[in-house]
């Protein structure tokens, strides 16, 4: 009885994996909810690893390439998607008829953009860049930082994944166009002569689908609004107005790849220190009496470690100081350092006692 319990369970294990079969999220490294550009960009990584040019000769490659062209081809359409995620691998092949039949990958990766198979690829619609300003604090780019940045943007519904529908089964052929996006519109010019032109379909226009019932959340416009998280590095010692690209960080759309994302730094006024390229620059006021007799004080960096600054003798007014290794880091080099130039003004008593009057007679007598 215990033997016929773990034969009975052996099979039931063999049934399931045979009818599970491939696992094609696994074999991109998405989960099941990745939305279409995130399963383009997988496929486009994998593909370019296992393509056989890069590998001669390695079969696990060359397998694993057509894997990742399959497993795109089926998620990358709606109504394949769909019924993969219902009924599996399996459902695929009863609903192709006999079996689901792939394209050759060689056609898929050359749609890309990449070349290969002997087909020329065709290049990829790109959304408009985005320009954004990320202001920053002196201390920021004295130590380097990494800045949570919100920005609102276009999004793909997450609901209906981008198709614009209310379910899957929605999204219909159009009978128009059959799928074309196009029609084929004769007009005649004179009895027995015919004009043969091409035009974009105004049932579904040019898009070859036609959706019967829209999305609840996007009503149908395939996209939303929505806020995005970008952690922004800013490095040490990066220089003012430079520029920081996120690519395929813009509008998202269905039918496009995202365009990039351009931050430019702006640095915030500080309240002691001016920026001057890898140097920077502070004026201290100092009183009289140092000004005749030597200066000694303490400034607080940019670091938050105090710096003692001392000279020697008289100062005029306007006189600067400069203390090496004190200034910025140097952009791509954060142990070099530039200078601090210290500019001095000096503040006058604004009236002198008589024994003071007395003392200065007698000093510069």
């Known amino acids: 009885m215990k033997l016929a319990l773990v034969f009975l369970l052996a099979f039931v294990l063999l049934a399931t994996t045979a009818l599970a079969g491939k696992d094609y999220y696994g074999i991109l490294g998405v989960n099941r909810s990745a939305l279409k550009r995130e399963i383009k960009k997988a496929y486009k990584e994998l593909s370019k690893k296992y ?33 993969y995620d219902q009924y599996g691998e399996e459902g695929l092949q009863e609903g192709g008829g006999g079996g689901q039949q792939f394209h050759n990958p060689f056609d898929i990766f050359s749609q ?25 604090t002196l201390e920021e780019i004295f130590n380097g930082e990494q800045v949570e940045v919100e920005i609102n943007k276009q999004v793909i519904c997450p609901i209906c994944r981008g198709s614009g529908a209310k379910k899957a089964d929605d999204v219909k052929k159009c009978t128009s166009c059959g799928g074309q996006g196009i029609r084929i519109v004769k007009h005649q010019l004179a009895p027995g002569m015919w004009q043969q032109m091409q035009t974009t379909c105004d049932v579904c226009g040019g898009k070859g689908k036609i959706v019967k019932s829209k999305c609840a ?29 996120f690519e395929n960080e813009g509008d998202e759309h269905p039918d496009i790849t995202p365009g990039d994302v351009h931050f430019v730094v702006r640095t915030v006024p500080h309240a002691i220190f001016t920026r001057e390229g890898i140097h920077l620059r502070m004026r201290a006021e100092i009183p009289l009496k140092q000004a005749l007799l030597g200066i000694s004080f303490e400034v607080k960096h940019l670091d938050g470690n105090k710096i003692t ?53 007698k000093a510069f007598s």
């Not at 393509?51 to 497993?71: M, R, V, Y």
Request: hydrophobic fraction near 25%; glycine fraction near 12%; include cysteine.
């Open 309 to 361: 600054i001392q000279r020697e003798g008289v100062t005029q007014p306007g006189f600067v100081q400069t203390v090496k290794g004190q200034g910025m880091p140097t952009h791509m080099y954060p142990s070099e350092r530039g200078d601090l130039y210290v500019e001095y003004s000096v503040k006058l008593p604004e009236k002198l006692t008589a024994a003071q009057k007395a003392a200065i007679e």
């Open 51 to 83: 393509h056989p040019d890069k590998n001669p000769g390695d079969k696990e490659s060359e397998q694993k390439f057509i894997e990742c062209a399959q497993a795109y081809e089926v998620l990358s359409d709606d109504e394949k998607r769909r019924i």
């Open 112 to 136: 890309f953009g990449f070349g290969g198979g002997g087909h020329r690829g065709h290049q990829e619609r790109k959304g408009a860049e985005t320009q954004m300003e990320i202001r920053v």
């Open 217 to 245: 959340s996007c009503n149908g416009h395939k996209v939303k609004r929505g806020s995005h998280q970008i952690t922004v590095t800013i490095e040490r010692g990066v220089a003012d107005n430079h520029p920081i690209i």
